[in-house]
């Protein structure tokens, strides 16, 4: 199975900062890489998907990039609904593993 | 909308068996394969199996082979995955999810799954 390594796992910012979150596989998956946002209690939400590509509805605050197997979520200006945690997972091939997660917390 | 409706909460016994449900609309059931992810409290998220509405072709994470079962009803657009033999590291909140070429575009509220006596 592909394994999926999220850094940081936690992050304190401030409102305004910028933030960088990455993801590393553990083999090749070409672009095939979504990154989910979810808050406490609630269901996960899609950010992006196919490493760069922002889901319906998505800000442009977020951004994606990265191939092969280094990836990473960049949040440009935090707003303060952007905080929670964020997962990254592979969609190249089941099964499609997450990483473990970054909780991104007020600084 | 899409929408995919699960029940808040289940609470079992050790030992046994439960059906958890997914209810889709919005959308052609059909047309997209259905995620299971679980989610243990505080922890991260699981990929369980997918199931392909159409002809029923399940894909399952290893893990999970001799634990889940995948199905679905066509005719109420329902999916459902069973999960047998129950202990306490069964209890979690679990999603259905709808995928878009592997990634999970839309998903449910996640049911709360307790396992205690």
């Known amino acids: 199975d592909i394994q999926m390594t999220q850094s940081p796992a936690s992050l304190s910012a401030s409102v305004g900062e910028t933030v960088t979150i990455t993801c590393r596989a553990s083999?090749?998956?070409?672009?095939?890489l979504a990154w989910y946002q979810q808050k406490q209690g609630k269901s996960p939400q899609l950010l992006v998907y196919?490493?760069?590509t922002l889901a319906e509805g998505v800000p442009s605050r977020f951004s994606g990039s990265g191939s092969g197997t280094q990836f990473s979520l960049k949040i440009n200006s935090l707003q303060p609904e952007d905080f929670g945690s964020y997962y990254c997972q592979h969609h190249y091939g089941t099964p499609y593993t997450f990483g473990g997660g970054t909780k991104l917390e007020i600084k | 909308q899409v929408q995919l409706q699960q029940p808040g909460a289940e609470l079992v016994k050790p030992g046994a068996s439960v059906k958890l449900s997914c209810k889709a609309s919005?959308?052609?059931?059909?047309?997209?394969?259905m995620h299971w992810v679980k989610q243990r409290p505080g922890q991260g998220l699981e990929w369980i199996g997918e199931?392909?509405?159409?002809?029923?072709?399940?894909n399952y994470n290893e893990k999970f082979k001799s634990k889940a079962t995948l199905t679905v009803d066509k005719s109420s657009s329902t999916a459902y995955m069973q999960l047998s033999s129950l202990t306490s590291e069964d209890s979690a909140v679990y999603y259905c999810?709808?995928?878009?070429?592997?990634?999970?575009?839309?998903w449910g509220q996640g049911t709360t799954l307790t396992v205690s006596s």
């Open positions: 083999e090749n998956i070409y672009s095939y």
């Open positions: 199931i392909n509405p159409s002809n029923g072709r399940t």
């Open positions: 196919n490493a760069k």
């Open positions: 999810a709808r995928s878009n070429d592997g990634s999970s575009d839309y």
């Open positions: 919005g959308y052609t059931f059909t047309s997209y394969w």
